[in-house]
């Protein structure tokens, strides 16, 4: 982008910047190069005259694959009201992909409805997109009517792929599998989207299983192969297989691009290796945003925060500036580490200093900074004076707070709104009753678990997973399904007679520390 810079200062100083054919050709690099920058693409294209058509479709497929694509669907409607330029079959498609992203499926019925107007519903470039925005949104019914309806004219492996894709990011990966298996022409694509929508759903064996599958067909894995395994293992705690597709990586000599490498950063710390993830981090010879904020992220959620604040203060030295992620992440560590503060310095800069829109997650990690200290009439002003409605975890991080302090009456009004916007959430139940209980007001808290019961609301059991050996175990509180309960009950019983031993100092802990050999 530096010499993109150089380059366009030059066309503006000769004039040339002027000509439609050379802006497109910047604002073209800006939206699509691997140096993208779309807010740089969108100053390039606000400064060009008398846009013409390619320019128009460039700037709004460049923001429906953006962050932003809602850029793309107003940008569009600009389009349509300037009426010198009318949109044609390569505008709709990058709609219906914002869209999509969105989740708008209601509104994207109405361009849909458009095109059938305009009698484009035979192009299969857009009905392709038509079927990925339906299933993408969860409408199956939909998409699947779409898709059976148009499937006698030889549907490509597009529409195949978006069908199997929305019906995994439902959920319905079995039905999913179901039509994967009856593809006749299977794409890279194809088999990254079946092996996502398995990590998506938490079924990380069969991911594996279809990953060999894929192998064993002569279908090579793509670096979106990878990524999916590896936020598979990070999920799951599974850091023997990520250090094996780690190793594969290498072994295959597959690209580790940006993406990549932010995966393999991200598994490690959420495995707990972090001093894993700093080495990669360290060696990784160029490192974007999106690598940084993992790191500062990591390092927070590993109870590391002045090495996460110290990253993020590199970060700010390295040339590239911190976005809303950045921020997270060190508000994340100051969390962490309570850090009160740091967290009050750091969200003040971010409104204050960087001008940057503080979304809802930087106000629920700011309110749950403030209410762990005990700062609760703090925390409480700065849930009033919120831009937008507080969301059900930020009451939950307050009433969470007040139970650890013993505030009642706020914990009350702070459960009351959080019944508002949940009301068949157990938790807020069972901390409600918890607080009262702390305070001495056992019939209060006898009330509340009574109200929950009449309700018919449970607990939901604490879960936890842990990997051995390649293979992921997973423990439920109470829970008596694992196949080794009895083994497990046993040692636990052991270990607690010997704690309580080396308790009373009537064990010899150099022995249970250092145990001898089998």
Known sequence: MSYLHMLHANLVKTGLAKDTIAASRILNFCAFSPASDINYAYSVFSRIRQPNLFSWNTI?????????????????????????????????????????????AND????????????????????????????????????????????????????????VMGLAKSGQVDESRRLFDKMQSRNTITWNSMISGYVRNGRLKEAFDLFYLMKSQKFLPTEFTMVSLLNACGNLGALEQGEWIYAYIRKSRIEVNSIVLTAIIDMYCKCGSIEKAIRVFNDAPKKVLSTWNSMIIGLAINGRGKDAIEC?????????????????????????????????????????????????????????????????????????????????????????????????????????????????????????????????????????????????????????????NGEVHEFVASGILHSQVVEIHALLDELSLMLKEIEHGRHDTSNFLDPEPE
């Not at 107003?74 to 969105?102: C, D, G």
């Not at 007040?402 to 901390?431: I, W």
Request: hydrophobic residues 40%; negative net charge.
């Open 60 to 104: 709004i497929r460049g923001f429906s694959q953006s962050s932003t694509p809602q850029n793309a669907i107003s940008l569009f409607i600009e389009m349509l009201h300037s009426s010198v330029i009318e949109p044609n079959r390569l505008t709709y498609p990058s709609l219906f992909k914002a869209y999509a992203q969105l989740g708008l």
């Open 108 to 163: 994207g019925a109405q361009l849909h409805g458009r095109i059938l107007k305009l009698g484009l519903e035979s192009d299969s470039f857009i009905q392709n997109t038509i079927i990925f925005m339906y299933a993408n949104c969860g409408y199956l019914v939909e998409a699947n009517r779409l898709f059976d309806e148009n499937s006698d004219t030889g549907f490509d492996v597009v529409a195949w792929n978006s069908m």
């Open 312 to 468: 993020f203060s590199r970060l700010q030295s390295s040339g590239l500036k911190p976005d809303d992620v950045s921020f997270l992440g060190v508000l994340t560590a100051c969390n962490h580490c309570g850090m009160v503060e740091e967290g009050r310095e750091y969200f003040w800069l971010m409104n204050k200093t960087c001008k940057m829109k503080t979304a809802i997650k930087h106000y629920s990690c700011m309110v749950d900074i403030l209410g762990r200290a005990g700062y609760l009439e703090e925390a409480q002003e700065l849930i009033a004076n919120m831009p937008e409605e507080p969301d059900a975890i930020i009451w939950a991080s307050l009433l969470s707070a007040c139970r650890k302090h013993g505030d009642v009456n706020m914990a009350k009004r702070a459960a009351d709104q959080l019944l508002e916007l949940s009301p068949s959430e157990s938790c807020t139940y069972v901390l409600l009753s918890n607080t009262y209980g702390s305070s001495a007001r056992f019939e209060d808290a006898m009330n509340t678990r009574l109200l929950m019961q009449k309700r018919g609301l449970q607990k939901e059991p604490g879960c936890s997973l842990i990997e051995v």
